[in-house]
């Protein structure tokens, strides 16, 4: 959305203003911080509510952001201001025996310096990247897959498929989703494997769902890996929190899996993102399951074989340039413990 350069910065204002008290902001208070008569600040919040970036509770003359309001805010930060927050970027202690203690330690860390839910998945967390699919007839209808994977571990399995369908188009669908899949980091849910689904949509859907079952079975994500601090930093700000949303983070840290899923789901986002950190807020993609919130997170190792991800949750009210500075920052101090063998 494009804004004349008052609107702006009448509108980042009045998010600064807002994330810092808590309070719906005032045209009075903006005065003091933007050069304008109280009355055309009136006007120009006016305008932005009208666009759907600022709301009023209730009666109050005071504005607040609206989700629309923050995702302006955030993409401000990540793109006109290149480098946000002007504090010191977070740095994980030296001397870490192995990769879990490094990655809790970071944990610790990232919520300590943001007073923020703070989620790191290792390696194992969110699944190892496949390398090969393959297949060995038991007997008719039953077969073996065996899954490879880019660390050297195998597992395998068993499928029975019906007798409608031979060897010969079961060779041609591993063949394609060795294709497909070949390095793609495996996990429940994971959206490859829909995507997978709508590719090898002109083989036989019943022999194709018991392979792609076989295979996210055998890379299924696990909770081994993925350290979690900062729950009572989160839970102190329940002011901040509505009830719903409130239910809803406890749930999904309840059901792990579904917190394997929405990390996983930062994880390519972010590796697609072109500065590297993806911002979620409320009901957007990602943090949809978790409303009332927003999730910032960074993948961290090689960009085309990322090892994990770091994540921050909070309240849609947190400091955005501090949240993405600490999970830029710690991402890159992952990527070079982890290249230097810690």
């Not at 008290?21 to 009208?50: C, F, K, M, Q």
């Not at 002109?202 to 994500?221: F, M, S, W």
């Not at 996983?264 to 409320?282: E, K, M, Q």
């Amino acid at each position: 959305m494009k804004l004349t350069p008052r609107r702006h910065e009448i509108l980042v204002k009045t998010l600064e203003l807002y994330i810092r008290t808590g309070t719906p902001v005032g045209s009075h208070a903006l005065a003091e911080a933007v050069d304008a008569s109280s009355s055309t600040i009136r006007a120009e919040l006016n305008t932005l509510e009208v666009e759907g970036l600022l709301t009023h509770p209730h009666t109050s003359a005071g504005r607040v952001p609206t989700d629309m309001g923050y995702r302006y805010y955030v993409d401000y930060l990540l793109r006109e201001r290149g480098e946000p927050g002007t504090g010191l970027p977070f740095r994980a202690p030296e001397g870490y025996g192995g990769v879990d203690e490094l990655l809790q330690g970071v944990s610790e860390g990232m919520s300590e310096v943001t007073r923020l839910l703070a989620v790191v998945a290792g390696p194992g967390a969110l699944g190892d990247p496949v390398a090969r699919v393959d297949h060995l007839m038991l007997r008719e209808g039953a077969y073996l897959i065996a899954v490879s994977t880019e660390s050297g571990h195998v597992s395998s399995t068993t499928i029975a498929l019906p007798p409608s369908v031979e060897g010969a188009e079961l060779s041609e669908i591993l063949g394609s989703l060795n294709s497909f899949l070949g390095g793609r980091p495996l996990g429940a849910g994971s959206l490859e494997f829909a995507t997978a689904r709508r590719y090898l949509s002109d083989y036989n859907p019943l022999a194709v769902g018991a392979v792609l079952e076989a295979v996210e079975v055998l890379g299924r994500a696990t909770e081994k890996g993925l350290f979690i601090r900062g729950a009572a930093a989160l839970f102190a700000r329940l002011d901040d929190l509505d009830p719903a949303s409130l239910s809803a983070v406890v749930e999904i840290f309840e059901r792990r899996r579904s917190l394997l899923r929405l990390v996983g789901d930062a994880l390519r986002r972010s590796v697609s993102n072109p500065s590297g950190v993806v911002v979620s807020i409320g009901g957007e993609p990602i943090s949809h399951a978790l409303p009332g919130t927003s999730l910032v997170a960074a993948a961290y190792g090689d960009r085309e074989r990322p090892y994990g991800v770091v994540t921050l949750i909070g309240p849609k009210r947190m400091e955005y340039d501090a949240a993405i500075l600490t999970v830029r920052s710690a991402a890159e101090t992952l990527t070079e413990r982890l290249a230097q063998g810690l």
